[in-house]
């Protein structure tokens, strides 16, 4: 049966009478397309005024503006809007832009719709005039290869744009794209090339593509050798993200990507080394076991992110990263656990202006030393902004209450270095820990710009949402530490902020308590 490509357009009634030679309904398109064509022979105002009375090119351009769904409606209820329907420049097909009931129990049912309806679409497009084209399977597990051969070959002509594949991760048919059609003729347009769960061997086939500046690749198959040529034909590139493409070993990022800005590197599992020469890279983002990297180029290296699944990464960091990115301004570290403290920083950030960890994994951190973290602040002269979350719930054995003369003891001695800079800090999973209020109260001592001092001990389980307030309630254990955290900060903390600082004491939402009480 024959389909029109949007929800509302193909709900309407079919007509009475109207028929195809096989005995099936015609569709409103089919019905409304053949008016035109009589139309066609009508002269002057009797044929404008079966449509809109606009030039024909502008016409084309309110029409290219809508969204498909509505752009498909119109093209239904109009003769100039059906005449730029074939040759409309944004073809987005997912199961919600084409209407298609989400029933995940009927994937079958989902899957023969979908192909039907993009089928319909793609048959009756010129194959001209497409900028952007995105193809999203999920959750159709099994849409033969052909099918998609055929759509990509009339999306994939000269003058598009932007390109998108997002096949689902556990297709049962592994789809390899066809790189002939990243021709010289066919991808010189290309600016966003997206390709997610499918093989991708591009070889001598592949042209120039000199307009390419953005490259995504996700779960994909290829190899390092061939994502190097090809990065080798996309002189323009600005933006490379890699997610799990366990296939590449060792990545090499060539000289000749000048206009190179970022780059993201995430859950590649295989990958064991990384050399980076393209000279104006400044965003780098790295999630991954720590491997060697290398930098030919990093005076350019501004903002860095990094996040590991195993231990020692702020270790790693500390000692190699500042010889890697000596003028880095950003940084951003989520190890999910640490099982040694971090070591004084030699080399330093000296540039750093902002600096956020994130520490994870509650089995992995019953007794890390906070204090340690003091080298990443002694590292980092111009530090503006320091922010540390510690997400894990769990009781400190370490708890300061549990010294009731603790005024008395001796305090341990923390390097006095000046942070004239600091002005922000940040702490959420604020905690009753000794080492955390000997690093608050060292941070407040020695930041003598400090304007604002937030201590959380929500952990974030309060938090906006559409600017709703959702309270994701604390668990009893955890609860019980937010009452030592509170009895820590009044006897320990608050009597040592300055009053020139703006101080935050952050605390759960009134369900949490009152579920406590």
């Not at 598009?160 to 789809?175: A, D, V």
């Not at 890697?324 to 330093?348: D, F, G, H």
């Not at 608050?440 to 001592?445: C, D, E, R």
Request: aromatic content about 8%; some cysteine.
């Amino acid at each position: 049966m024959e389909r029109i490509p949007t929800r509302s357009v193909m709900r309407q009634p079919r007509q009475q009478g109207q028929t195809k030679d096989d005995g099936s309904p015609t569709s409103l398109l089919e019905i409304k397309g053949s008016i035109c064509q009589k139309e066609d022979g009508v002269q002057g105002d009797e044929r404008r005024g079966s449509g809109l009375n606009l030039p024909e090119d502008l016409l084309y351009y309110v029409h290219a503006l809508m969204p498909m769904r509505d752009a498909a409606c119109a093209a239904g209820v109009s003769c100039g809007f059906l005449r730029s329907w074939g040759s409309f420049p944004n073809l987005i097909f997912d199961i919600d832009t084409l209407g298609i009931n989400d029933d995940y129990s009927k994937i079958d049912e989902i899957t023969t719709d979908f192909i039907s309806r993009v089928d319909h679409i793609m048959r009756n497009h010129s194959g001209t005039g497409v900028k952007i084209f995105s193809l999203r399977t999920y959750p159709c597990d099994s849409v033969h290869p052909s099918y998609i051969d055929r759509w990509l070959q009339i999306a994939i002509t000269p003058g598009i744009e932007e390109f998108e594949l997002l096949m689902p991760w556990q297709n049962k048919i592994e789809y390899n794209f066809p790189c002939w059609l990243l021709s010289t003729e066919r991808g010189s347009s290309l600016q966003s090339f997206s390709l997610d769960d499918c093989a991708f061997h591009p070889a001598l086939e592949v042209g120039c593509l000199s307009g390419l500046k953005c490259l995504r690749l996700s779960s994909v198959h290829i190899t390092a050798e061939e994502l190097c040529a090809f990065l080798s034909k996309s002189l323009s590139l600005e933006q490379l993200d890699l997610l799990n493409c366990s296939d590449i070993v060792c990545l090499k990022i060539p000289f000749v990507l000048l206009q190179l800005n970022s780059l993201k590197v995430q859950d590649c599992i295989m990958l064991e080394l990384i050399e980076i020469d393209a000279p104006n890279l400044s965003q780098f983002l790295y999630a991954g076991r720590p491997i060697h990297i290398s930098l030919g180029y990093p005076l350019q290296l501004r903002h860095i992110q990094m996040s590991s699944r195993e231990s020692r990464m702020l270790y790693w960091v500390s000692t190699n990263l500042p010889s890697v990115a000596p003028n880095l301004q950003t940084l951003y570290l989520a190890p999910c656990w640490e099982v040694v403290n971090t070591p004084i920083v030699l080399p330093k950030f000296i540039h750093l202006k902002y600096l956020e960890i994130v520490l994870a994994e509650r089995d992995h951190f019953p007794g890390y030393d906070f204090c340690s973290l003091v080298s990443f602040l002694d590292g980092s002269p111009s530090l503006g902004t320091f922010i540390l979350r510690v997400d894990f719930l769990a009781i400190r054995h370490d708890s300061i209450i549990e010294y009731p003369d603790y005024s008395s003891l001796q305090p341990r001695r923390l390097p006095q270095h000046r942070r004239d800079n600091l002005k922000n800090v940040l702490i959420t999973g604020f905690c009753s820990a000794k080492s955390m209020i000997e690093l608050t109260n060292h941070i407040i001592g020695s930041a003598s710009a400090l304007e604002y001092l937030t201590l959380d001990t929500s952990r974030g389980h309060e938090r906006e949402i559409h600017k709703s307030i959702i309270c994701m309630h604390m668990p009893e254990e955890a609860l019980v530490e937010v009452q030592r955290a509170r009895l820590a900060f009044a006897r320990h903390v608050e009597g040592n902020v300055p009053s020139t600082v703006n101080l935050r004491f952050i605390e759960p939402c009134s369900k949490c308590l009152s579920f406590d009480a």
